[in-house]
């Protein structure tokens, strides 16, 4: 059950991402149970999405890593809707499928070279740079990244010791899901021409979510 919270302290609705996955979602279902059970879920989702996303934990509605918590939720809202009735791994492959049907967006990047790399890293910069000590009292729950264990100078390399997404799944009982999401990170970096060299995951029991990134051909 997801408690109802004052106006203010809740992230701030928008339907872009469900409308833009929908597409591809509703396709893996109809495929595995028929186009009128799809259409139903997916009518269902919509609401449920909605909800999820007033009721997380506000992290800020510019921040630049909000992004990864609205993908998710597009997922989980399924899930939800079917009353868990969906296995995961059919939501995995709506997120794969997801991924792939915005892959020209992805394929800009190369990270086999010194360009691709930077861009990758020019968003956690980015971040680093907006979630200033002000913020992180504004927005005690949102994303914490570090760059501590850089195996060299220059490295395309951070880590996430504090997750929202995790912290949300697991409020919501639905922490079986998040595997699934943190498996999307190696997809998603594979569609930019590069490897993800990870030794664990918050959600896996790590203490942190460590991203070591090189190109495919390296």
Request: proline letters at 5%; hydrophobic letters at 35%.
């Amino acid at each position: 059950m997801i408690e109802r919270k004052a106006r203010g302290d809740s992230m701030k609705y928008r339907r872009f991402y469900f409308s833009l996955f929908q597409h591809p979602m509703k396709k893996v279902l109809a495929e595995t149970y028929g186009r009128a059970y799809a259409g139903e879920i997916i009518k269902k989702s919509k609401k449920v999405y909605r909800k999820l996303v007033e009721e997380a934990e506000d992290i800020g509605e510019d921040n630049p890593m909000a992004y990864n918590e609205m993908f998710a939720l597009v997922f989980v809202a399924p899930y939800l809707a079917s009353e868990k009735k969906i296995p995961p791994e059919i939501l995995q492959e709506a997120m794969r499928r997801s991924l792939y049907f915005v892959r020209p967006y992805f394929s800009l990047v190369d990270l086999n070279t010194k360009r691709g790399k930077a861009a990758n890293k020019k968003n956690i910069l980015k971040y680093v740079k907006w979630y200033t000590p002000e913020k992180e009292k504004r927005y005690p729950t949102s994303f914490k990244v570090d760059f501590v264990g850089e195996p060299y100078e220059g490295a395309c390399y951070y880590r996430i010791t504090r997750c929202p997404i995790c912290a949300y799944t697991e409020k919501l009982g639905v922490a079986e899901l998040m595997p699934l999401f943190c498996e999307l990170d190696e997809v998603m970096i594979s569609l930019q021409h590069g490897v993800l060299h990870r030794k664990g995951t918050i959600a896996n029991g790590a203490d942190c979510c460590d991203y070591f990134i090189t190109g495919d051909r390296e």
